[in-house]
T-cell receptor
Framework: NAGVTQTPKFQVLKTGQSMTLQCAQDMNHNSMYWYRQDPGMGLRLIYYSASEGTTDKGEVPNGYNVSRLNKREFSLRLESAAPSQTSVYFC?????????????FGEGSWLTVV | GNSVTQMEGPVTLSEEAFLTINCTYTATGYPSLFWYVQYPGEGLQLLLKATKADDKGSNKGFEATYRKETTSFHLEKGSVQVSDSAVYFCALSESTSGTYKYIFGTGTRLKVLA
């Protein structure tokens, strides 16, 4: 069972470069999320997509854009990378918005911006 | 807004010791509560959850009880093993305009020594 798959796992970017993190889930989930994890900060929500065709900003959206390509795929784009975006990025998915539904995570993408 | 506060780590214990990781939350409604575990180099995995007051979630010897009166969801295990060394995240799910989002604490690192 693949679950949530995200690529690439590791990436080094130069300041000002752009890149897209890809995410796909095979659990037929409606909702998908992008989080970043920084030391001492826990997980912070960047963007989420409650259902196919919708996207909304989370806690820290600045510097990012997202695309919900279809029900399975949700990509995160950095248009002009900055050192402050060095982080570990997690894609996640969950079923329809019902209290108690579990959120499932990918294995993470380690991004370094130099 | 809603929030989750958990004790800072690292928590260092000897094998077979008793574990408690404190978690308290702030919420206006009746959220569901979760504990997730993250092993080195991996994504977060659900450990246990509780969806209403007085519910007890349990898994792999870990337990946590949803205490509405004290707004707490403390994680406990009677006898820890070296393999329990990981980072533990407390989380809640909340409803915002019909969409459930997940809020995570900052994580508590547990080190278990043989």
């Amino acid at each position: 069972n693949a679950g949530v798959t995200q690529t690439p796992k590791f990436q080094v970017l130069k300041t000002g470069q752009s890149m897209t993190l890809q995410c796909a889930q095979d659990m037929n989930h409606n909702s998908m999320y992008w989080y970043r994890q920084d030391p001492g900060m826990g997980l912070r929500l960047i963007y989420y997509s409650a259902s196919e065709g919708t996207t909304d900003k989370g806690e820290v959206p600045n510097g990012y854009n997202v695309s919900r390509l279809n029900k399975r795929e949700f990509s995160l784009r950095l248009e002009s990378a900055a050192p402050s975006q060095t982080s570990v990025y997690f894609c996640a998915s969950s079923e329809m918005p019902i209290s108690g539904n579990t959120i499932y995570f990918g294995e993470g993408s380690w991004l370094t911006v130099v | 807004g809603n929030s989750v506060t958990q004790m800072e780590g690292p928590v260092t214990l000897s094998e077979e010791a008793f574990l408690t990781i404190n978690c308290t939350y702030t919420a206006t409604g009746y959220p569901s509560l979760f504990w997730y575990v993250q092993y080195p180099g991996e994504g977060l995995q659900l450990l246990l959850k509780a969806t209403k007051a007085d519910d007890k979630g349990s898994n792999k010897g870990f337990e946590a009880t949803y205490r509405k009166e004290t707004t707490s969801f403390h994680l406990e295990k009677g006898s820890v093993q070296v393999s329990d060394s990981a980072v533990y995240f407390c989380a809640l799910s909340e409803s915002t305009s019909g969409t459930y989002k997940y809020i995570f604490g900052t994580g508590t690192r547990l080190k278990v020594l043989a």
